[in-house]
């Protein structure tokens, strides 16, 4: 994936373009939003971050640019300002300037997923999605993945161990991590994650018929199932277990 860094602070720019690629993301730095343009034109990013004032144009301006171009009118577009525009509600979000870089990552995923979810309906629901887990949550992954209703096998890769998960009609039935399986392999490759903030995933569609002969080791819903999970996290980090 791709995101179009637009700031003419350097400090600012280094920061995001580092959390960006440590997500997986090919990141550029501009700040002239013109000059920008003309690289929107032949590479097309998957999500555009923009200070409110550029070198030639302001955020607000440089926005109006994009989405008057059909082609760029769906990319989501993030403005870093403390002073939002009175067109914010023509923003997909605004934050604070100074709002960690991690943040928003964090935030420039969840824009994206949604995006993918809204345009590509039924067809997104036969098309694999892969990427790296950063400063996207592995929670937030599975529960897109449940309120989407995929139907298919996520395979993850955090610190060198590898992990799958399938998922039926967006419930997760079952899971293997090293020799553990169920809920107790999804407990501990969560508990992996919170230790080692980076890894990569990729999701395969699957047919109903591909379950035939897949084992079902959960049977709570996904919902249920990660919020008693959270909660055994939480009471681990505590000290409680």
């Known amino acids: 994936m791709k995101a179009l860094i637009l700031t003419s602070q350097p400090t600012q720019g280094a920061s ?3 959390s960006f690629a440590l997500s997986g993301f090919e990141a550029r730095i501009e700040d002239s939003a013109l ?22 144009l302001s955020g607000l301006e440089f ?15 993030i403005l870093l300002s403390d002073t939002p525009p009175a067109q914010t509600g023509e923003f997909d979000l605004v934050l604070p300037t ?16 949604e995006l993918t979810r809204k345009t590509h309906g039924a067809e997104a629901s036969n098309a694999g999605i892969q990427g790296y887990l950063g400063d996207m949550n592995l929670f937030e992954l599975a529960q897109w993945l449940a309120k989407s209703a995929k139907t298919g096998r996520l395979r993850l890769d955090i610190g060198g161990e590898r992990a799958t998960w399938l998922f039926s009609k967006g419930q997760l039935v079952h899971a293997e991590y090293g020799e553990k399986t ?3 392999a999804v407990l501990h490759l969560l508990l992996k994650a919170e230790k080692v903030k980076q890894g990569r995933f990729q999701f395969e569609p ?5 379950f035939f002969l897949e ?24 000290g409680l277990h």
């Open 16 to 18: 995001l373009k580092e």
């Open 35 to 56: 000059y920008a343009m003309t690289l929107l034109e032949r590479n097309h990013p998957d999500v555009i971050v923009s200070a409110p004032t550029l070198s030639d």
């Open 63 to 77: 926005f109006e640019l994009v989405r008057s171009d059909p082609q760029l009118a769906l990319v989501p577009f």
């Open 98 to 113: 100074h709002t960690p870089a991690a943040e928003v990552v964090r935030s420039a995923y969840r824009l994206i997923l």
């Open 182 to 184: 169920g809920e107790d």
């Open 206 to 210: 699957l047919s109903e018929a591909d």
């Open 215 to 238: 084992p079902i080791t959960i049977r709570k819903s996904t919902d249920q199932l990660l919020l008693s999970l959270a909660v055994e996290i939480d009471h681990r980090q505590q």
